[in-house]
């Protein structure tokens, strides 16, 4: 259902660009967007973007991470930009069709040194 990519090994104040492709259409699902979980931690939202259009963005990656979504190629973007070594996490795609339904994607790891 849903292909994540992008992940890797980044220098702090570096960028990376994750993306998730989609088997379904993305037009007209509730939500998308990207979750992350870091090592000990529990998965936690970094951002994400309902069917209007407005986007759900965690005070931790403001400024930063910007997601988009691509729907004629069914597909969603994290763009992170200046990164810190405490964004280091499996980065997860998600996406509810409906408020009822939820897929995820197999993650993706993302790694920032100092």
């Known amino acids: 259902q849903l292909q994540a990519c992008g992940g890797g090994l980044v220098q702090a104040g570096g960028s990376l660009r994750l993306s998730c492709a989609a088997s379904?259409?993305?037009?007209?699902?509730?939500?998308v967007g990207w979750y992350r979980q870091a090592p000990g931690k529990g998965r936690e939202l970094v951002a994400a973007i309902n069917r209007g259009g407005s986007t759900n963005i965690a005070d931790s990656v403001k400024g930063r991470f910007t997601v988009s979504r691509d729907n004629a190629k069914n597909t969603i973007d994290l763009q992170m930009n200046s990164l810190k070594p405490e964004d280091t996490a499996v980065y997860y795609c998600?996406?509810?069709?409906?408020?009822?339904?939820?897929?995820w994607g197999q993650g993706t790891l993302v790694t920032v040194s100092s």
């Open positions: 379904r259409r993305l037009f007209d699902a509730y939500e």
């Open positions: 998600k996406i509810k069709p409906i408020l009822s339904i939820t897929y």
